[in-house]
């Protein structure tokens, strides 16, 4: 295989990746817990958090903060999860690469 021809074919595969990663990019993933719900984007960016005031008592904020928290870590993990398996084909071998 002559070098040209692996130039072009890299630059096929990481036009490719590029192309995968705008898509997860653009995707939305959602965790919902208890009365919590969160919304974040391909990017890893937290676009919304709703919570349900109607089951919130004053004495909860603690175990609000923490159920805020698991939910923005799922959605953050669905966002790795869909990174993993657009673009495990092109980075095996190379992990931390997205």
């Known amino acids: 295989m002559n070098i040209q021809a692996m130039m072009k074919q890299a630059q096929k595969l990481q036009k490719d990746m590029m192309e995968e990663k705008e898509k997860i990019d653009k995707m939305e993933f959602e965790s919902t817990n ?5 919304k974040v984007n391909g990017k890893k960016e937290v676009m919304e958090v709703k919570i349900n005031q109607e089951k919130l008592d004053k004495e909860d904020i603690e175990m609000l903060q923490d159920i805020i928290m698991v ?3 799922n959605c953050l993990k669905q966002v790795d999860e869909e990174t993993e398996k657009k673009m495990g084909k092109y980075t095996q071998g190379m992990p931390g690469l997205f």
């Open 34 to 38: 208890s009365f919590v719900a969160a």
């Open 71 to 73: 939910a923005i870590n």
